[in-house]
């Protein structure tokens, strides 16, 4: 029978699934090895050909190591909280949940016709309150710690507080709020509950502090900076504006460190890596306090300049060795001092200001290097090291969140230090000679002496940063200072389709729910909009209240939170007790390979190594990082197909399109056309005309009989009708053939565009491949026979190039090379049992229904196919001990003779002169010398 790839697919499929074929034992004598996607969300829209891409190499991947005796985890579930599901029940009054299940369906029955090797017994949902639960432990187990310096990790809040009962701070290195007061033990005995509540709060590691964050008020909810472009929202395209909200934060700076040293121990691409450093962004350098001076106050010249003021404006940098040039410094707009500090008849103009950079995101405060904007407070600061008077400025390119909200501006060794200076005419202090400028200012390091730079004239580098830090630190000005550009992680949304939060207040405080209490359910509310005063979706909610009185907490968990610890759920789906076992944890210990999407880089992959080490330091876990190894696929790109609108004279279109290669000939327009109306480029007429009732009437002008459509590489978005579903080419071609095509197109990593016209000759080799096994009539047909040298050869040659580009993620070659393979075998006649097994086997990741079928075929056991072994390269097969001679009859070449590589020259004359097809090209003439080259050419004169 021809291959018939339907009945095939869908036998096997429901085979594994009836015998859960793919589950993973949950201990084994086996070498363990854990393979993980990226969690999807599951939209509406269900998958196109570039959503799989990924899953089908992890699952080559899984495949291929079931084949080599490890016991593979290979899981698979959905990020399924999110804003999607929630604006649709905005819009429609439908409940998230019943979206969500929809699209759920949908992604599961795509995903399991693609034929994935996914353990579907430890399929997890974050929306499930069995899931959640354990996403609000964790988030308990946060605000009951904080973190030890001294210890370098997090401990139980409890060992904080026997400190405090001790010794009061005087023995607490933590990380921790700035404002933190200083008490002895004898204080803190005396401090009210509210007051120790207060004061604990500001070391816990999840905690509620004023964040500027990106509001919209179209939405209704705060957004993460991914989600906000040129200051509108991704979806709806809705005004952003920054605006000041009491938040839940998470202290993941105090990680900053760890998370650095981690990424040398991982084998992760740079490119991701590097992302993360520049995010956390650790710089040495100096903190340095400018005091606050009034525009009346005259400057006292003393030697001591420290602050005379109680305010005064405490600024990070990295050269402090270039203090004496500081010409102004500039706050954040949104800095809580800006108000106080700014002059009545400065203040219209800072208000507008304000208003202005309310509308800009930060990311494109950090991004904007092209405009100079900022206003002048009407304040002056005091150089604790000069003791000059600056004008204290707000510009947007300062943010609140980063450091302290405050740059000092120099203008002689800064370029947009520099460009601020000029544009609004303030001073620009040269602290350097011309000869010496700019050395110092490139790279410090290089020898170099300061001129007019106060008392560090005449010192080089290392010597002036030293003195100086040593000379601030003493007159309480500064000290020597590591920062990290990484802020602390703000943890709420002003949502309703996400994890409740798992805290009430009470007297304006927050407590933690009980543990017996979780998971704490989203309740049921009659609209997901804000209230009518503002408050998010959660306060519509009836008779939602804690058993202690006062009131839950409305915002819900980022969309961040169930993605930071699924991989640990996998490890044990259905533990009622734990977020997984001890020895589940200790069994799977870690993810070997996690494929998944670049873009992640500096959100769900930083947050999971923070959530990870948290885990790690109270015990829970063991791993200091979650992923061993990190894979990012490409994107695959559109192959998007145009039709060319003609225009009159007047340029207004007509309802005529004319092919590709003639449209010079015309004034036209390029419209998108839908792709799946098109076939080699060439436009299906009668499907265009009945695509859209204004193509109906279309007249066209063709060429050799053909209307050619324009193609042009883009985006794949439903806008330019260039998204190919993978559920029509499955049922054209099949799963096998989209598998093999998908990895055909290009190296893994690599973005590349897609193209139907290819996938043809995926399914001719699938097809020749079934062949092999088959005789002319379609009936199966294999032989016991001995096998030959050359099928063996070409047999090792596949078994060693798999093995390689598998273990290299190359997969790409080795589409290639199996065609090249079957192609071999086809003209060696083969049909030998043990060739055709050992090929079948090595192609089953790539193509695993048509393998499956074949084994049975074959006369092995169902279903044994995946835990086989994967067959062993042996290269002798490959040392050649034969050669295909070209033999030439007066230097033209006439026919290829094999012959054995340990024949000497007369045994060569003797077989050559004995073959009849030589015989045939002499007709009859005698030689007159035959010349050998071993291993090369037989020429024969005549």
Known sequence: MDYQFKEIEQKWQKFWADHQTFKAESNSE??????????????GAGLHVGHPLGYIASDIFSRYKRLKGFNVLHPMGYDSFGLPAEQYAIQTGQHPAITTEANIATYRRQLDQIGFSFDWSREVRTSEPSYYKWTQWIFMQLFNSWYNIENDRAEDISTLIEKFNASGTADVKAVCDEDTRVFLPSDWATFTEEERQIELLKYRLTYLRESTVNWCPALGTVLANDEVKDGFSERGGFPVEQKKMMQWSMRITAYSDRLLQGLDTIDWPEPIKEMQRNWIGRSVGASVKFAVDSLQLAVEETENLAPKTEKYIEVFTTRVDTIFGVSYLVLAPEHEWVAELTTPEQKQAVEDYIALTKKK????????????????????????????????????????????????????????????????????????????????????TKEGKYINSGFINGMEYKEAVAFLNNWLEERGAGRAKVNFRQRDAIFGRQRYWGEPIPVYFKDGLPYLVKEEE???????????????????????????????????????????????????????????????????????????????????????????????????????????????????????????????????????????????????????SALHVDVNIVENDTLDLTKFKAWREEYANAEFILEGGKYICGVEVEKMSKSKFNVVNPDDLIERYGADTLRMYEMFLGPLEQSKPWNTNGIEGVFKFLRKFWRLFHNEAWEFTVSDIE?????????????????????????????????????????????????????????????????EELWVLLGNEAGTLSYTAFPTFNPEYLVEDEFAYPVSINGKMKMNLNLSLTLAQPEVENILLADEQFQKFLDGKPTKKIIFVKGKIINVVV
């Open 518 to 668: 979780l998971p704490l359910l989203l309740p049921e509310i009659d609209k997901y909009l804000p209230t009518d005063t503002g408050e998010p979706p959660l306060a519509r909610a009836e008779n939602w209240l804690p058993k202690d009185g006062g009131h839950y907490e409305l915002s819900t968990m980022p969309g961040w939170a169930g993605s930071s610890w699924y991989w640990y759920r996998y490890m044990d789906a259905n533990n009622d007790s734990d977020f997984a076992s001890k020895e589940a944890v200790e069994y799977w210990k870690d993810v070997d390979l996690y494929i998944g999407g670049s873009e992640h880089a500096t959100g769900h992959l930083l947050y999971s190594r923070f959530w990870n080490k948290f885990l790690k330091d109270l015990g829970y876990t063991k791993e200091e990082e979650p992923f061993k190894k990190l894979i990012n696929q490409g994107m695959i790109q559109g192959r998007s197909n145009f039709v060319y609108r003609v225009n009159d004279e007047n340029g207004k279109p007509t309802n005529t399109y004319v092919s590709a290669g003639l449209r010079k000939e015309y004034k036209t």
């Open 787 to 851: 096998p030959t040298k050359a099928e063996l050869k070409s047999l090792h040659k596949i078994i060693k190039k798999v093995q390689d580009d598998i273990e290299r993620f190359s997969f790409n070659t080795s589409v290639s090379s199996f065609m090249i393979a079957v192609n071999e075998l086809t003209d060696l006649k083969c049909k030998n049992r043990q060739i055709l097994k050992d090929m079948v086997i090595i192609l089953s990741p790539y193509a695993p229904h048509i393998c």
């Open 30 to 43: 086996k070498p363990k090895y854990y393979v993980l996607d990226m969690f999807p969300y599951p939209s």
């Open 361 to 444: 995101s930060e990311l494109d405060r950090m991004a904007d290097t092209k405009t100079v904007s900022g206003a002048f407070t009407g304040t002056y600061v005091v150089n604790p090291v000069s003791g000059e008077r600056v004008q204290l400025w707000i510009a947007d390119y300062v943010l609140a969140g980063y450091g302290t909200g405050a740059v000092m501006g120099v203008p002689s060794g800064d370029q947009r230090d520099w460009l601020f200076a000029t544009h609004f005419n303030l001073p620009i202090v040269q602290i350097l000679d011309a000869q010496k400028d700019i050395d110092i200012q490139a790279d410090p």
